[in-house]
């Protein structure tokens, strides 16, 4: 059974579109992740909910939210797609707030052209 | 923000020679963590270091943590194709206990025959 998954897997649009990418955990975890990969492979971290409410939030375009309908579900919307937002984007959870063995899902990537 | 450099970015050995990653910061280290991320595939967790002088290791993978020098070193004894991937440390926020993980840009392992 697979811990953390994502859909899509790929996702190729054009710019100014609207996208969202749906992610689930199965590991009972309180804490989910959204991250971002850039083209050069530097991982930065995005937001963080924990059980349903935002904890972290880096500086990130409010064109991006994220979304938790329950503690296993973080979805991330995208409004009006640019070029510098493709890249791979990653789920995680953890047991809880502070913890920091993250796991990971496969990432989605996300091609704006 | 924490910064943390990795050296090499990229490494290119013979299957069961024996390498060697480091990991540097910028601060205090108050928490290393070590990841692998295959390609294609999210990144697993393999070790995390909190206190100085600590070692870990996890079948040929040896992670040791030098608060002193703000180092960390991952090491691989007699390295197989099945090591092959990108390996990147990770280091907690000490001024915050949300989960807060700052990532170096990766260490691109290849194991040839």
Not at chain 1, 81 to 106: K, M, N, R
Request: hydrophobic share 30%; glycine share 8%; proline share 4%.
């Amino acid at each position: 059974d697979t811990a953390v998954s994502q859909t899509p897997k790929y996702l190729v649009t054009q710019m100014g579109n609207d996208k969202s990418i749906k992610c689930e955990q199965n590991l009972g975890h309180d804490t989910m992740y959204w991250y971002k990969q850039d083209s050069k492979k530097f991982l930065k971290i995005m937001f963080s909910y924990n059980n349903k409410e935002l904890i972290i939030n880096e500086t990130v375009p409010n064109r991006f939210s994220p979304k938790s309908p329950d503690k296993a579900h973080l979805n991330l919307h995208i409004n009006s797609l640019e070029l510098g937002d493709s890249a791979v984007y990653f789920c995680a959870s953890s047991p809880g707030v502070g913890t920091y063995e993250q796991y990971f899902g496969p990432g989605t990537r996300l091609t704006v052209t | 923000s924490q910064e943390l450099e990795q050296s090499p970015q990229s490494l290119i050995v013979q299957e069961g020679k024996n390498l060697t990653i480091n990991c540097t910061s910028s601060k205090t280290l108050y928490g290393l963590y070590w990841y692998k991320q295959k390609y294609g595939e999210g990144l697993i967790f393999l070790m995390m270091l909190q206190k100085g002088g600590e070692e870990k290791s996890h079948e040929k993978i040896t992670a040791k943590l030098d608060e002193k020098k703000q180092q960390s070193s991952l090491h691989i004894t007699a390295s197989q194709p099945s090591h092959a991937g990108i390996y990147l440390c990770g280091a907690a926020d000490r001024g915050s206990t949300l989960g807060r993980l700052y990532f170096g840009r990766g260490t691109q392992l290849t194991v040839w025959p």
